[in-house]
């Protein structure tokens, strides 16, 4: 397993032009939890699954799961530029009629492995489909993304218990460690201590690494292969509003209806982005 980082790289910042204008087009939607999980997009995407956007339904592929489904539009976008769909109906987001509800929808994107959106049922069927691959003997991996909110769920924490029982080395679980959730602070709502140490209790291989580092993410998951008996639990340091600078300040920027104010920094991220691209992305 290898990527070319400088490729990824490009298409981390198409991805994340891509999420900004989609969303910036709604006029509103989940800015903060979008943004944040844009490299660990980029590098499963660029290079780590085993997927085909021609056949997206290829039986041999690596499956992917988006449980805290409200960062949708970030895998929207990703799904997109990968080729899954083109990247004009990523105008339609949440519209009537639209292929790209608010929450991933198997039913209608292609691309999308599991309807989610309802938290901690994501992770849950995740591990039931890394279990069935394992029962079948396939070498198909899983990749998960949580959220550090979504795990106040205790649904969460059965399926990783499971999980580690069954020895389900197949199975990769990130956790978008972006200290926020709806109402606040994780740390101030419930707080979560340590996640590595938790994930290492319950079984997994668990380490941290920073979320915005595509090299990091890209060695931790290599590590992570090296597994033969232990599901592997990545835990993402991470920031709300990853990677536009003006989000990542605002407070309440985990669903934004935009100011005036906003929409101007918006704007400029986009701008500044577009300026950045033009070198092609990782196909």
């Not at 980029?42 to 085909?52: F, N, T």
């Not at 949708?72 to 083109?86: D, M």
């Not at 906003?262 to 500044?272: F, T, V």
């Amino acid at each position: 397993m290898s990527i070319e980082l400088e490729k990824v790289e490009q298409f981390r910042d198409e991805i994340r032009l891509k999420t900004l204008k989609e969303l910036y087009h709604l006029g509103f939607g989940h800015y903060g939890g979008s943004l944040s999980i844009i490299e660990t997009l980029a590098v499963l995407y660029g290079g780590v699954m085993k997927i085909d956007p021609k056949n997206p339904d290829w039986e041999k592929r690596d499956y992917f799961i988006l449980s805290k489904g409200h960062g949708g539009p970030g895998l929207y976008a990703t799904l997109a530029v990968k080729g899954y769909f083109p990247e004009e109906v990523l105008y339609t987001l949440n519209n009537n009629g639209t292929t790209l509800p608010s929450h991933p929808d198997r039913n209608l994107t292609p691309g999308v492995d599991m309807t989610t959106g309802s938290l901690g049922q994501g992770i849950s069927a995740a591990v039931g489909v890394a279990l069935s691959h394992k029962l079948s003997k396939k070498d198909n991996y899983t990749f998960c993304i949580v959220g550090d909110g979504e795990l106040n769920e205790g649904q969460c924490w059965e399926a990783f218990q499971f999980a580690a029982h069954h020895k389900l080395n197949r199975l990769f679980v990130f956790i978008d460690d972006n200290k926020k959730q709806l109402d606040g602070l994780t740390k101030d709502i419930i707080n979560p201590f340590d996640f590595e140490k938790k994930f290492k209790a319950f079984g997994f291989y668990s380490l941290k690494v920073d979320g915005s580092s595509l090299g990091q993410i890209y060695d931790a998951i290599k590590k992570g292969k090296e597994q033969t008996e232990r599901p592997v639990a990545i835990i993402l340091d991470t920031t709300k509003g990853q990677g536009v600078p003006y989000l990542e300040q605002k407070v309440d920027n985990h669903h934004i209806r935009p100011s005036q104010a906003d929409e101007e920094a918006i704007l400029q991220a986009i701008d500044d982005l577009e300026h950045r691209s033009g070198k092609g992305v990782a196909r």
